[in-house]
């Protein structure tokens, strides 16, 4: 019963099936890939960081540096304490300021503050920070990330919303000036 | 008797499998492989199945929520019945599972099983091991509290120095800018659906090619892999000195998989479940983060790695090492499979194992750690103290309230980041001592911003005094002369 043609045109009907599949696959992959890809595409524009306040000048005596939280920016209802990021503000004289971020520069892990000794150090892998966030001893290859800050109606302004991390070349981390 | 044979045939006659089954479970072993030292394959699938079953039970009770999780983690522990020992079972069949694999890794590369006809099933079990060491890092981030939010952090850091792609590479870990909610949320996905469907695949992919290919023979010495011969030989083999696996192999990987069980409930009941922590609130900065056990070699390894070397260690390492074990047997497809006969094999084992080893031990007290609060409460030992002028006791109080004592012991007290300081007189003169503190140096940062010259000068006056007795201060002979011919202060000692 079957001819060679009849064959013939079933395989192409096969193939022409195999290529609508893999037409529609295609369409469908650009959505996929642009909902796995979002939470990159979002650095672009506008990004995640934006200024937020850390509070009254008063709270951060000068020549001392303090322990400073805020809510983080971009936030989910579901987020719970996660979304509560710590920073570390130090009053250099009374009119420049230094906001450090809380992770180290190796490996993101809390760096706490020593006010006797005048240096952050690292619980993780034991890393150094001087007082002005430069690099003291440690596997750390450079100092302390830094925020970008303004001052607003007596109020301390951090520009901050993503976290940040070595391989990072955002303009939220501003390279450390030499030891002050 | 006779309704369950007549089930069984009517079954069959729909399903068609009994003679696959059949076929499978008597596929013919070499006698001398059914051996103790076969049954870790095995095992590690009965760890696994058990992983199955325990892990569905936990996501009855666990929330996947950044807010949520730490808490129903806490109803797990006290408020459901048993939920602790449910979740001591998940987490120490984690960690016989790690282990299990790797000593049936360990056996199968001395055994020379991963050789010809093998290449392919030991390259699945590279992708094996890799998927449960995901599984085992993903496992630890959804106990989410202290360590798994700052192990995502440590996670991010290494992610962040993948050249030009890092940054966005962070976010799509991430799920976001930060470690939140939709971090999480995408590391129980991975954790419970992505990761489990790989090692189910991998999993099935692994075990019929053991039962195509049949069980590596037992290795004897000076019996040559050799791709013309091997298949015939094994054939041979297993027919004139083989036995069905099933009743007569089986036996001793049912044995072992009880034992194996029997030791995870019996970890599981003693030492009970792994944390959680503290809840993961990133504004505690308190705290120390560690890994899980077989992530610790990986800490020790981060904090010795000098900074230069830090990010092509990273990102190079691993893909070396993955590479190498994947080529191996491409490389090494013939020849002997008997350890007897391959001394680098088996002090490739023995360097791995002790250096993993080292790094775990090390990891476990963390030497370069300066110890956060030695200052404020372990004393200087009372004998360095004892008939010491004012001044030298004033440098006591200094090297504690300096905080020089969180990397520096004293009578074996005290942080081991920076070398013992109980003898420290003897090893460096007043110059160099004064000059070590002031510039630091050779990994200490430089105290001289911080130290006051009276300060300076009380406390290398008693790092002075630490010297064994009878043993006298390193002392630098061309100073005195030095001084005096420059002062002509004593001339009349100098004959």
Known sequence: MTTPSEVSRRAFFTKLGIFCNGIVGLILAVPIVRYLLSPAARERNPGYESWIPLGGLEQFPSGETRLATYRNPVVSAWDGDTADIACWVRNVDGKTYQVFAINCAHLGCPVRWFPQSGLFLCPCHGGAYYQDGSRASGPPERGLFEYDYRIESGKLLIKAGQMPTPGQASNLVREIRTCV | ?495
Not at chain 2, 238 to 260: E, H, R, V
Not at chain 2, 266 to 295: E, K, N, V
Not at chain 2, 320 to 330: G, H
Request: proline residues 7%; hydrophobic residues 50%.
């Open chain 2, 1 to 495: 008797m006779r309704l369950i044979e007549s089930i069984g045939e009517w079954l069959d006659a729909r399903l068609q499998i009994d003679a696959t089954i059949r076929d499978t479970m008597q596929h013919r072993v070499p006698r001398k492989s059914a051996s103790w030292f076969y049954v870790f394959g095995s095992a590690a699938f009965a760890v696994f199945l058990l992983q199955i079953v325990t892990g569905i039970m936990l996501a009855l009770v666990y929330v996947p929520s950044a807010g949520e999780a730490w808490n129903s983690l806490q109803t797990l522990n006290h408020n459901v019945a048993l939920g602790w020992f449910i979740r001591g079972l998940h987490g120490w069949g984690s960690d016989f599972m790690v282990a299990i694999v790797l000593i049936h890794m360990v056996q199968v590369f001395l055994f020379g099983a991963y050789k010809y006809p093998r290449e392919l099933t030991w390259v699945v079990g590279v992708f094996l091991l890799i998927v449960t060491l995901g599984m085992a890092f993903t496992g630890q981030v959804l106990r989410f509290d202290q360590d798994a939010y700052w192990g995502l952090g440590i996670g991010a850091s290494i992610a962040s120095r993948v050249p030009v792609m890092g940054p966005s590479i962070v976010n799509l870990m991430l799920g976001g800018p930060i470690i939140a909610g939709a971090t999480l949320s995408r590391f129980f996905a991975l954790h419970v659906f992505v990761v489990p469907g790989l090692l189910i695949a991998f999993v099935a992919v692994h075990l019929l090619m053991v039962i195509k290919l049949g069980i590596n023979e037992w290795p004897m010495p000076g019996r040559i892999v050799r791709k013309a011969t091997y298949l015939k030989e094994y054939h041979e083999l297993t027919q004139k000195d083989g036995m069905p696996f099933f009743p007569d192999a089986i036996w001793k990987d049912l044995f072992f998989s009880a034992l194996i069980f029997l030791s995870i409930a019996a970890c599981a009941l003693y030492f009970g479940p792994f944390g959680p922590s503290g809840p993961p609130d990133p504004t505690i900065i308190q705290t120390a983060p560690r890994p899980d056990f077989f992530f610790l070699w990986l800490y020790a390894v981060l904090s010795f790695l000098p900074p230069s070397m830090e990010t092509p260690a990273l990102l190079i390492g691993p893909v070396v090492i993955i590479l190498a074990l994947l080529l191996l047997p491409f490389v090494f497809g013939e020849g002997e499979k008997s350890w007897r006969r391959r001394p680098l094999a088996v002090l490739t084992i023995l360097l791995v194992a002790v250096s993993l080893g080292t790094f775990t031990r090390l990891a476990v007290y963390t030497p370069w750690s300066p110890v956060m609060d030695a200052w404020s409460s372990i004393p200087i030992p009372a004998e360095f103290l004892h008939n010491r002028s004012a001044l030298e006791r004033q440098g006591a109080l200094i090297f504690q309230d300096k905080q020089c004592h969180n990397c520096h012991s004293l009578g074996d007290q005290g942080g081991k980041r920076g070398p013992a300081l109980d003898a420290v007189a003897v090893r460096l003169t007043q110059d160099q001592l004064i000059r070590q503190v002031i510039q630091g140096g050779g990994n200490m940062p430089a105290y001289g911003k911080n130290l006051t010259p009276p300060e300076t000068t009380a406390l290398v006056a008693f790092l002075e005094t630490l010297h064994p007795a009878g043993q006298s201060p390193a002392r630098d002979a061309s100073r005195a002369i030095a001084l005096g011919s420059e002062a002509g202060a004593q001339p009349s000692t100098n004959p």
